[in-house]
Structure formats: C-alpha cells, structure tokens
C-alpha cells in the first residue's frame, strides 16, 4: 500500500509547471459563463500545488473546481478521481465528463457499472475509493487529484467515516480538492486536512448565487415565512403561529359570554395536488416537491394524475412523448407493464413526474432530461436530488420536516434543510428562488423559522473503527501505524481539540491553587498538620456527640413505662407528656410512644423525634390504655401531669473518649500557628486550595478518559476479533482475510 498521510504531513508543494501559466483563464473559456472570484481563487490555489477546500452553497458552481483538477491532470499526463456520495450523482458527473473530454478519456465505476476504468478521469461512488485503497489498487498509479464532492457527507453517521478513511489513507503526495455545503467550523476542518496532508487553501463562500425566499403553506393560505419590521428587522411572521393555534380549535381559549365564536375552520396540511396548483398560478413553477418516502412519490403523481391537473402545452406534451418514446424503445412491452410505464408517461405529458433511487435508470434519465429542459415542471423526489444532482428549480416544496434516520424519526438538521433549499433558484434564468414549506403536523411554527434561519452548521465527525476498518488496518500496517491512523481522525481532532481547551483551563486553575497555596502558607508553623488536627476534632466531637446522644434517647425510651411523665425539652416534641404505652414490634429496630400531653390531646413519637433525653419527673396510675378513652379522664389526667414541677438542670455526663477529645483540643491549642495573627486567611485560603484540587482532579480524570478515545475503541473492536477467530495476534486467520472484502451489510 502507498504511504499514507499520517501524523503531520510532510509533502512538500509541487512547484508550478510553467507551461500551466494561464491555465485557469484557458479553462475558464471553456465554459459560457464568467467564474465568480471564489472560483478562480480555488483553481489559482491548485495551480500552485496546494490541495483547496471549497465551502460554498448549493448550487453556486464550486463544482468547477473539481472539474478544473480533472482538467488539469488531463493536460498533465495525470489521472484524476471524482467521487461522489451517491451513484445517480456520478451517473451525472460521467456524462459531464464524456461530453467535456470524450467518452475514451471518462470512467464509471459504482455498484451498477463498471465503465472505462482506466481513463484518466474516473468518477466513482466513495466506498468505491476507499476499498481501492485497502486492496491497494494498480489504478491508483499515476493519481494526481481526488475530488471529494460532498464532503460534508463525512458527519453522516453510517456512511461518514469512510471519507475520513480515505483521507488518511491516500497517498499524501496526491492533491485533494473537498467540496463542501457551508459549515461554520470550515476553518477547523480545514486544520486537520493541513495538518494530516499538507497545505491546504480554504475557499469559504456564503453569498447565494440565486436571492432565496421561503414560503410557509397551511390550508390554503401562501404567506411569506418571514416579514420586515419599519426598523429593517427581520422576523417570523406572527400569521404563521396562528395556524398552529388553528390546528385544534377545540383547544384554543373558550370565548367569553357575548362574544363572537370563531369561525372553527380548522388549519390543515395542504394536499399535494392543491400546492401544485398554487404554485402554477402563481408562476413558481418549475419545482422539486421533496417526499422522504419512494412511495410517496409515486402516489403524489397518482394524486395530481386524479386530479386532473395539466402543467404542458399541447407542443410540450408531443415533444416529452417524442423523447420518452426513443430513450425507452430498448424495452419490450412486456418490461414496459411491468415498470408501469402507462403512469409514467401520463404524468410526463402532463409535466409531472417521479424521481428517486428505486426507478430504473432509463426512466430517471428521462426525467431529469425534461426537466432540465423546462418541460417536466414538477418532479415529486426523495432527498436524493439535493445532493448536488444538476437539478435546478425556482422552487423547492418541502412537504415534511421529519425524517427515517433508519431507526427513528426525527426533524432534519439545519444542514439538511440548507441542502434541500440549495436547489431552488436557477442561476442564468431566475432572479429569485423559493422554498415552500408545508405546514407541519407535529412541528410549530416558530421551530420551523428556527431551522430556516439556521445559515451555517458546524461539520461534526461521525468517524468510529469498524470491523472491516480493523482487519485492513491489520493486513496492511503494524500496530503502531494502525493505532495511529485511528488516531489522525477529524473525530479524534475534534476530540483533542477538546482536550485542548480543558488542558488550558487545567493549566488556569493550577495556577489559582498555586496562588491559593502561597497565601495559605504560614511561617510560624505546618497549615496542613493543623488542618489536619482540626478536621480529627471535628470527628471527634460529631461522632461522639451523635453516636452518643443517639444510645442515650433510645435506652431512655425503652426504660419508660405506662404512667410516667416526662419532660421533652427540646426538638418539635418539646412539652409534657403523661406515657400511655410503649410498642416495639419486632420488624421495627426502635420502640414507639403513645403519650398524653397537658392539653388532652393523643401523641406518636419516637427516638428519632428526640434530640435529647427525655427527664422523668414522676408517675401517674394509669394501669389500662382504655381509660384513656373517656374524655374527663383524660382531661383529669392532663390536668395532673400540670402539676408535677419543672426538672431540675441536667449536668452533662462526660462522653466515652472525653480524654481522646481533651488531648486533641490541647494539641490544637498548643499547635505553633495557632496564636498567628492571620490565622483565618491562611485557612480561608487552604480550604479554596482543596477545593481546587478536587476541581482539577476530575478535569484530569475526565481528560484521561477522552484522550485517545478512537484508539481505545480499536482495542475493544481488535479484542472482538481475536475472540471471534478473525485475528491472531497481528495476522489475519482465514475468516479475517475474507472480512476484509466485506465493506458493508450488501457485500
């Protein structure tokens, strides 16, 4: 296998070829439309050797640039390799580059087709890539360029890390071009790409070639999701709450007497056929309606087809089924009723269609063909056509903002709703482009302006050692190098960068507690041996003074019998009290009271409900707990328990380590510090000093347990491996050599 780019690279900038002089403005003319300046900026950089990461939105052409690496290899004697995240995209991008170069000079390699892969310029799904590099593939000789469209992919959480790994896997000596949606931590990315592969010149552009406006559709009401104040500030608008107050009106506030009821009609989701319509009239069209669900394409057509809506003119209709008709002739009848091609092509002469993965080939081509050619105007899609598809619309409908992650569902990212918005607006043709967003079900209002405003997200790793990671790293490195790839990930950057920052904020906090220490120091004796000697009192004293007290309640209660009074002299029971019986049954560890008090009124109370002793001042005949039952017998007996004089004053007896005690209080007494002046700010400052310490020992802990996170993952993956018979110490068994083809549930 090639050197990988580990650790720091080392690769040092190509210089620049002079017979490249001017090749940017060469390449530029190629095209019918002017570069804007981030583009030649980028095409600038390559040309000077540095490997470029290109942030842009949607549809702003950052494409160009990795059309441009393509281009330049080509005039180099080089190869380049374009990789995209999904295959309808580099089904795309082969054609573009058949018709740029010639078919000899493009290849297509993907899980469907296996076209010309020895061209100088192949376009390739990224799995692809990768296991190239695992298998150490011969077409990687020659490898000038790899463009890596939709890198932002790499926070996908199933499919993430395999961009990652082919960013630390590629030979460091091969420039790299990333492009990317806009993300608010390009920079950082950025860094770790400079620091695993060299120099590496970020491209950010945030401007929108194509001005966006978004929409928010309820019932039958098309309002603007967003108003200007007289001030010039921006808001959501207040119209669009009233839609969710609307949603259940038998929940709203009741109206007062006299008043007008409102008229009850109640919000509701608006059908797809009704936001067609509605977009038609207004001269919206042409739109990609996105449905998260194949299905639900499908039925939308069905739907519109019901409905009886027809976007094309009579000429329109003869020229879709001119060009349907020829792109599909290679198909029998008989495929042709099995595909449904009788729906397919009532909804195309109508312009209205279906996209998405599960359609054979023929049958997309066709759509995005007319489409492109304004004669399809609604395409009902799954979020396949968001991810860079040279699809353009002046609208884009976004019937649902939750999303199947694959084990649940839950409300798209601010990245994804950017992704699918990025469609709307043509550049050349439309001045303005315009996101509609349904109304939501289970999502309010102000939750949908939130995600709309949200402009940039930050590109988070989603990169963790898999199994088919683990054997390839086995087969083609040692341990050291395997781990520290593992290491070299966007994660572990990010995590280290973490780190990082609680690192400093360690190293602050060091420096307080050795501030804290110096003003704790005292020179007239150790503050520590006298903390010490005090924290051994206050045991001490607490410990005898609970443990102690506590066996005096209860041995005083169990001594009590039906008769006595007692005196409660302090706590929440204080008062006096004639006893009219004691219980202990033998599920509870400590005896209960039944007393009378000096008001005739019946009291529960145990040890616990005593902070001291109770005193016995004397007794009382009451031999049975029936008589208590009599009203004037128990005001007789409230009446004598008044009677009996208050205790006398209760001399303390000395605890059981009155001399342990007494020789601690000495020591600390005699202690050195103990007459010095400052004594209370040395210790002030002591216990911030311990406080400290334990603040910093668990920023250490939690330090230690996020360093090296990925590495430790590897251990337990490896540890599986060995377990299963798949590794033997650092050799693949047989079982192992066969996983290292398995790359995915597919495979």
């Known amino acids: 296998m090639a050197k990988p780019a580990t650790g720091r690279a080392t690769r040092e900038t190509a210089s620049p070829d002079p017979s490249l002089e001017g090749s940017a403005s060469q390449f530029e003319g190629l095209y019918r439309f002017g570069f804007d300046p981030f583009q030649r900026r980028a095409c600038e950089a390559l040309l000077d050797g540095s490997s470029v990461l290109v942030a842009a939105p949607t549809g702003s052409g950052k494409t160009v640039v990795g059309e441009f690496a393509a281009w330049l290899a080509m005039r180099g004697g080089g190869k380049t390799f374009y990789t995209t995240p999904i295959k309808a995209l580099s089904n795309q991008k082969f054609n573009d580059f058949s018709l740029l170069h010639g078919q000899m000079n493009a290849g297509l390699l993907t899980g469907d087709n296996s076209i010309n892969g020895d061209a100088p310029i192949v376009v390739m799904t990224t799995e692809v890539l990768r296991n190239m590099i695992y298998e150490d593939s011969p077409a990687l000789k020659g490898l000038k360029y790899v463009v890596l469209d939709e890198v932002h992919y790499l926070q996908d959480r199933y499919r993430g890390a395999v961009w990652e790994e082919i960013l630390i896997h590629l030979p460091v000596e091969v420039q790299i071009v990333s492009l990317s949606a806009t993300v608010s931590n390009a920079e950082e990315f950025a860094e770790w790409l400079q620091t695993l592969r060299g120099r590496t010149e970020v491209i950010i552009e945030d401007r929108r070639p194509v001005e966006l406006r978004q929409w928010y559709m309820a019932s039958d009401e098309l309002l603007p999701m967003f108003v200007k104040r007289p001030d010039g500030a921006i808001l959501p608008n207040p119209r669009g709450r009233e839609f969710d107050r609307r949603k259940n009106p038998a929940q709203g506030p009741r109206p007062g007497r006299g008043s007008r009821r409102g008229d009850g009609k109640r919000s509701r989701v608006p059908l797809r056929s009704e936001v067609v319509d509605r977009l038609d009239g207004e001269g919206m069209l042409p739109a990609i309606y996105f449905i998260f669900s194949r299905n639900g394409c499908a039925e939308a057509v069905k739907q519109c087809l ?425 050799q693949l068994t047989e079982k192992g050599s066969l996983l290292t083809g398995v790359y995915n549930e597919s495979d």
């Open 306 to 730: 019901r409905e009886g809506l027809r976007l094309t003119s009579q000429e329109e209709r003869a020229e879709i089924f001119a060009y349907a008709e020829d792109r599909i002739a290679d198909l029998s009848p008989v495929e042709l009723d099995i595909l449904g091609y009788n729906d397919w092509i009532s909804g195309l002469e109508r312009g209205i269609a279906a996209h998405h993965a599960g359609m054979i080939p023929p049958f997309k081509e066709v759509v995005e063909e007319l489409f492109a050619r304004g004669l399809v105007k609604v395409v009902f899609a799954t979020e396949t056509l968001a991810l860079g598809i040279n699809m353009p619309a002046r609208t884009v409908v976004i019937e649902s903002l939750m999303k199947f992650t694959g084990e649940k569902h839950e409300l798209v990212t601010p990245g994804q709703f950017t992704q699918l918005c990025g469609r709307a607006g043509r550049r050349g043709k439309d001045e303005i482009g315009h996101a509609l967003v349904l109304m939501q079900r289970f999502t309010p209002f102000d939750a949908i302006t939130r995600l709309a405003s949200t402009r940039t997200y930050p590109l988070r790793s989603s990169f963790q050692p898999s199994y088919n990671m683990a054997v390839n790293l086995v087969r083609n490195y040692d341990l050291t190098e395997a781990e520290h790839l593992v290491n070299s990930s966007f994660a572990q950057f990010q995590t280290d960068k973490g780190v990082v920052r609680q690192e400093r904020e360690r190293e602050k906090l060091t420096a307080y507690l050795a501030s804290y220490r110096e003003r704790s120091h005292c020179d007239q004796g150790d503050l520590s041996e006298y903390q010490d000697l005090l924290k051994r009192l206050r045991r001490l004293e607490q410990r005898t003074g609970v443990r102690d007290r506590a066996k005096a309640v209860n041995a005083s209660v169990l001594a009590l019998a039906p008769g006595d009074v007692i005196e409660v002299r302090a706590g929440k029971k204080r008062g006096r009290y004639a006893i009219i019986e004691v219980l202990q049954r033998r599920s509870e560890k400590r005896p209960r009271i039944l007393a009378l008090g000096r008001q005739g009124a019946l009291v529960r109370f145990g040890p616990a409900d005593l902070p001291e002793p109770p005193v016995r001042l004397g007794r009382l005949p009451i031999e049975h707990r029936h008589r208590v039952s009599d009203p004037d017998e128990r005001a007789a007996i409230a009446e004598a328990v008044k009677a009996f004089s208050p205790p006398p004053a209760v001399v303390e007896e000395e605890p059981e380590n009155a001399d342990e005690l007494k020789s601690v209080r000495e020591a600390v007494a005699r202690h050195p510090i103990a007459d010095c002046p400052d004594l209370g700010r040395h210790l002030h400052f002591a216990e911030r000093a311990t406080r400290l310490e334990k603040e910093i020992a668990t920023l250490e802990r939690r330090i230690s347990r996020t360093t090296g996170t990925l590495a430790r993952r590897f251990d337990q993956v490896l540890a599986v491996l060995e377990k299963l018979d798949y590794v033997a110490g650092w």
